[in-house]
């Protein structure tokens, strides 16, 4: 009777296994599905307005005043990098998934890489006043490619969930453990607890359908984290902002 109890289990055990594991694929199927239907509306999202703004130069560059093309220009410019972010995301996803990712580790100075970055964002950032807390000399062991992405990507996510005229921290501090933490800090909507644990998760978006973005930006993330040897994290308070973190071994 013993034995037979424990055959029946082991079935009813792999039975509940093999359902679970129908259930996560179906679950990646739908989410895969998603982002498909996602990144194409991204993708046209900047394409039509810089279709648009172009068209109206075009068709009445004379008549407009020089402030407003001036405007125009740059909100054409705006588009233009919100298109080669997700580009370079999609790109990075795509190299992830072939298992072609190439990670150079050196000594790289925070400071520096930080403002390049900053720089490189440039409109994407605007209307968020910029707090910058990362000591000059603080150096950690990175592919400088892969920390100027994962800096791109979080930043691009702050200022996406985080009202205009709201500030984004970056932060850098050594640990105390041999490594250095650096965070961006945002003023945001915030994640709910529940979620957190998913947001680095391929293809997941907060609040499911209702989030802007891809949902590959986070995994993208964290995957050039641990392939240099690191690891990320985030905490949030629902309507009063996020903090993601990035923990690297400092360089000597």
Known sequence: VSERRRAEQTLADAYDREREASRQLRELDRLKSDFVSTVSHELRTPLTSIKGFAETLVVRWSSIEEDLRRELVQRIATAGLRLDHLISDLLDFTRLERGQLRIELGPRELAPLVGNTLERLGSVLDGHPIELDVPPGLAVVADETALTR????????????????????????????????????????????????????????VGDSMAPGTGIGLAIVKEFVEAQQGRVWAQSTVGEGSVFSVELREAA
Do not use: C, H, Q
């Open 150 to 205: 994962i800096l791109e990507n979080l930043l691009t996510n702050a200022s996406k969930f985080a009202e205009a005229g709201t500030p984004i921290r970056i932060a850098a501090e050594r640990s105390g453990r041999g490594s250095v933490v650096l965070s961006v800090i945002d003023r945001g909507t915030g994640i709910p607890t529940d979620e957190l644990e998913r947001i680095f998760d391929r293809f997941y978006r």
